[in-house]
Nanobody, 130 residues
Framework: EVQLVESGGGLVQPGGSLRLSCAAS????????ITWFRQAPGKEREGVSC????????????YYGNFVKGRFTISSNKDKNTVYLEMRDLKPEDTAAYYC???????????????????WGQGTQVTVSS
């Protein structure tokens, strides 16, 4: 069974940076994409970024939500079975619980909540406030 554990959240001032980690077990890169989602209180869960890996080789495809606007970078380390989300220039509206999940969505559809596969982890809280 796939297990994904998020970490790296915290309290940061506007304009600050954080790096989130998603440690995967029971997961094979290339089978599915990995998507970072976030959910703020009272709001629907939304896709932040996703990464898919070629079955053979090291090629990847990455996609970002429109609101990211070049501020975030998703990457992976196959040796560590970990996907990262590097976030910079954080804004108060980025405050949310961040989750990673497998996705069976192809290309940009990996950002869509309906393509997320469970189980969901506990997430990691990101709070952007002065």
């Amino acid at each position: 069974e796939v297990q994904l554990v998020e970490s790296g959240g915290g309290l940061v001032q506007p304009g600050g940076s954080l790096r989130l980690s998603c440690a995967a077990s029971g997961f094979t890169f290339g089978d599915y994409s990995i998507t970072w989602f976030r959910q703020a209180p009272g709001k629907e869960r939304e896709g932040v970024s996703c990464i898919s890996h070629a079955v053979v080789g090291d090629d990847t495809e990455t996609y970002y939500g429109n609101f990211v606007k070049g501020r975030f970078t998703i990457s992976s380390n196959k040796d560590k079975n970990t996907v990262y989300l590097e976030m910079r220039d954080l804004k108060p509206e980025d405050t949310a619980a961040y989750y990673c999940a497998e996705s069976d969505g192809r290309r940009r559809d990996c950002l869509l909540d309906r393509h997320a596969r469970g189980p969901w982890g506990q997430g990691t809280q990101v709070t952007v406030s002065s």
